[in-house]
């Protein structure tokens, strides 16, 4: 009998050599100080704090690339450069979303008062400090509503008829066309309700004169609003079971019925998902407001008569008036929109995860 | 949950017609157990209805193209200059308006382009993070942050472009052009403040969500199988993604990228406070300047008269069938894509 003697000896070829866990905190802390002394401290390059992060990166992104190719290979390395190039494309994504969020919040809050939410701009000029967005939140919400109205109704039916009654080559086109629809333009979608309502049918109603008012907006809002409503609904509507379908017909029930009853219920919750996010959108439009609904400093809660304001509308206005007191109300009416607007995604984010219909 | 109301409840309602007439009927197999048509009033008006609705969408594309032709011949009638050529954009002009589409559609196609340069790596970037590199619970979240980004409204990033930005994106141009002056895109010498620089920024941000949406969505889709044999082959996550994601996404991809065009081109209240409003052709990007279709209509709309008007609808007009054109190529890319996946799945 032998023993063995002698130790073991790993077979350390065996395994990849890889970089420690820690290595890339290394490189960053390097890159970043080396760039602070170079750039911000030696001047190099002219020296602003942007120009140091960039040149921290593109350091940290060489280092990086640089120690794995030496410690673990070429395409190691082109591995770790690429996930950091991944990462931060998402940070890069960041910045403008926390600077838009600091900045409405920084000049959003000096008119967020009372007075901003109880009074309209009627006798206020550029010059006076008052003045508010009460006529303008007005107009947006009833402006949103009728849009609603009209595209709920004839958005969810379009979306019935593609998915429960469509065959062949006109549901196919119809399909076609809703997708084709949510790429036009929100300004050509103002130009339409412009050539076709405000300028062609209101004068005819109007004894001649061109009708600008909170419904065409409306009308304008709905025609952005309608394939974005059309296309949820028609996803929500594929995604109900054909078990329940065909349950219903077991019974008897006749189609019209069974989609009314059994099928639009079971998708009401991402219906309802799709038309909030349809608002959020219509809300925050700017250029179909301020081609047909006229805007108007004063108060007017008749949607069907006279020109109309909107919350979007007021901050083009008065982002427009070189005052010291009409930007600070534009930033508010900004903080306010978006406020409405984030609410109403949140809310159909929080919705749309509640109703998930099972597969 | 949402709420399922149960076909049983039939039996207590007005029509229970139909019930009893399909109890009376001899067993049908196969086709004809779908219900009859003769049962029910209102199965042809329902259907009738939503027939209706779908055409009714069919009928507004018709008519907007239909409505704009028609308000923009007028001023077409009216212009003294070759609509097509000519630069400038004066139809307000009660006895020889002259107006043209020229310098306004090569600026709208000059910051679409720079906004998709800058839009789109960063896009795909995020989309390859959010399917394939953030850990699957966090990634839910991040989609969310980016989805964020699309919901601010385009006034806000006009305001926030025009009071904000403006200033950093000054310092830049002042860096480019002192480092990089030679190159005709970065030649002017100054000064600085609306340029077209400044409204592709501002527009790549808000592009961004939507090419990182769609795109991720495809990224996403791609075969388990095809990574997994990627990764088994000892691929690196970025080999995975460079042989066996991208190529297959590429279709989606471009599509991705054109409809986030077709957003560019139409973009217009925040391009309207972020371009310098002129009517020259240039390729420079940072100078005080640019133009675009939609932003022109929002500046011109104030002061506009009748004949204006009718030329503001008539350069509408020519947004439409660029942004449909566009919009159609993507679409289609899309369904020939989708068929092509229904049948190798």
């Known amino acids: 009998m032998t023993t063995v003697t002698g130790t073991v000896v790993p077979r350390r070829d065996l395994r990849p050599r890889r970089l420690p866990s820690w290595s890339p905190a290394l490189v960053a802390a390097l890159a970043a100080t080396v760039a602070v002394l170079a750039v911000r401290l030696g001047g190099l390059l002219g020296g602003g704090w942007a120009l140091t992060t960039v040149v921290a990166v593109a350091l940290f992104l060489t280092g990086l690339g640089t120690a794995s190719r030496l410690v673990e290979g070429a395409r190691s390395a082109r591995d770790r450069v690429a996930t950091a190039l991944v990462y931060s494309a998402f940070t890069l994504a960041l910045l403008p979303l926390v600077s838009?969020?600091?900045?409405?919040?920084?000049?959003?809050?000096?008119?967020?008062?009372?007075?901003?939410?109880?009074?309209?701009?009627?006798?206020?000029?550029?010059?006076?400090?008052?003045?508010?967005?009460?006529?303008?939140?007005?107009?947006?919400?009833?402006?949103?509503?009728?849009?609603?109205?009209?595209?709920?109704?004839?958005?969810?039916?379009?979306?019935?008829?593609?998915?429960?009654?469509?065959?062949?080559?006109?549901?196919?086109?119809?399909?076609?066309?809703?997708?084709?629809?949510?790429?036009?333009?929100?300004?050509?979608?103002?130009?339409?309700?412009?050539?076709?309502?405000?300028?062609?049918?209101?004068?005819?109603?109007?004894?001649g004169r061109p009708g600008y008012s909170g419904f065409a907006a409306a009308l304008a809002l709905s025609v952005l609003m309608l394939p974005t409503v059309t296309r949820s609904t028609e996803e929500m509507l594929r995604l109900v079971p054909a078990t329940l379908r065909e349950g219903a017909y077991a019974l008897g029930i006749a189609k019209w019925k069974t989609v009314a009853r059994v099928v639009l219920p079971a998708a009401r919750g991402g219906i309802v998902t799709g038309v909030m996010l349809a608002i959020a959108r219509a809300a925050g439009e700017t250029a179909p407001v301020l081609?047909?609904?006229?805007?108007?400093?004063?108060?007017?809660?008749?949607?069907?008569?006279?020109?109309?304001?909107?919350?979007?509308?007021?901050i083009y206005d008065q982002a427009g008036l070189a005052s010291k007191y009409g930007p600070p109300r534009a930033w508010t009416a900004a903080l306010t929109l978006v406020a409405l607007v984030l609410a109403l995604t949140v809310a159909a984010k929080l919705l749309s995860r509640r109703t998930r219909l099972p597969r | 949950m949402a709420q399922v109301t149960y076909p049983v409840k039939v039996r207590d309602d007005r029509d229970d017609q139909a019930v009893r007439s399909a109890a009376e009927s001899p067993p049908l197999g196969g086709g004809g157990a779908l219900p009859l048509r003769r049962r029910s009033g209102a199965e042809p008006v329902f259907r009738a209805l939503s027939t209706g609705a779908g055409m009714t969408v069919l009928a507004i594309i018709v008519a907007i193209?239909?409505?704009?032709?028609?308000?923009?011949?007028?001023?077409?009638?009216?212009?003294?200059?070759?609509?097509?050529?000519?630069?400038?954009?004066?139809?307000?002009?009660?006895?020889?308006?002259?107006?043209?589409?020229?310098?306004?559609?090569?600026?709208?196609?000059?910051?679409?382009?720079?906004?998709?340069?800058?839009?789109?790596?960063?896009?795909?970037?995020?989309?390859?993070?959010?399917?394939?590199?953030?850990?699957?619970?966090?990634?839910g979240a991040l989609a969310f942050v980016v989805d964020l980004l699309a919901a601010v409204p385009s006034i806000v990033f006009g305001l926030w472009g025009r009071d904000y930005l403006v200033g950093p994106v000054r310092d830049l141009s002042a860096w480019l052009h002192a480092h990089l002056g030679s190159l005709p895109i970065f030649g002017s010498g100054g000064p600085y403040g609306k340029s077209v620089l400044l409204g592709s920024i501002v527009l790549a941000i808000m592009v961004l969500p939507i090419v990182t949406a769609l795109s991720r969505e495809v990224f996403v889709q791609t075969p388990a199988t095809s990574r997994e044999a990627a990764l088994a082959l000892g691929a690196t996550?970025?080999?995975?993604?460079?042989?066996?994601?991208?190529?297959?996404?590429?279709?989606?991809?471009?599509?991705?990228?054109?409809?986030?065009?077709?957003?560019?081109?139409?973009?217009?209240?925040?391009?309207a406070l972020v371009l310098g409003n002129t009517f020259t052709i240039s390729a420079d990007l940072i100078g005080n300047g640019g133009n675009s279709i939609a932003a022109n209509i929002a500046n011109q709309f104030g002061e506009a008269n009748a004949t204006g008007r009718s030329a503001l609808i008539a350069s509408g007009l020519v947004l439409f069938a660029i942004t449909l054109a566009v919009n159609v190529t993507a679409r289609i890319v899309v369904y020939r894509r989708r068929e092509f996946v229904g049948s190798a799945g």
Request: aromatic fraction near 10%.
């Open chain 1, 100 to 207: 838009v969020a600091a900045t409405l919040v920084a000049r959003g809050v000096s008119r967020l008062d009372g007075t901003f939410f109880s009074h309209s701009m009627r006798n206020i000029t550029a010059f006076d400090s008052a003045g508010g967005a009460y006529h303008a939140i007005v107009g947006t919400v009833e402006q949103v509503g009728i849009a609603v109205m009209i595209t709920v109704p004839l958005g969810v039916a379009a979306a019935v008829y593609v998915v429960e009654y469509g065959r062949g080559g006109l549901a196919r086109a119809i399909q076609f066309v809703v997708d084709v629809m949510t790429g036009v333009p929100s300004i050509v979608a103002g130009l339409f309700v412009l050539a076709f309502w405000v300028l062609v049918v209101t004068p005819v109603i109007n004894d």
């Open chain 1, 291 to 314: 081609l047909v609904a006229g805007g108007n400093p004063a108060i007017n809660f008749n949607p069907f008569r006279d020109s109309q304001a909107s919350l979007s509308l007021f």
């Open chain 2, 65 to 139: 193209a239909l409505f704009l032709v028609v308000q923009a011949v007028p001023a077409l009638r009216a212009d003294r200059a070759n609509f097509f050529t000519e630069r400038v954009w004066y139809p307000n002009d009660p006895t020889a308006p002259r107006f043209g589409i020229a310098a306004l559609a090569v600026g709208t196609l000059l910051t679409s382009t720079v906004a998709l340069l800058m839009a789109v790596p960063v896009a795909l970037g995020i989309a390859l993070c959010l399917s394939h590199y953030a850990p699957r619970r966090l990634a």
């Open chain 2, 237 to 271: 996550r970025w080999e995975m993604v460079r042989t066996a994601v991208l190529p297959y996404a590429r279709p989606g991809v471009l599509a991705a990228i054109m409809l986030g065009l077709g957003r560019a081109l139409g973009e217009t209240i925040a391009l």
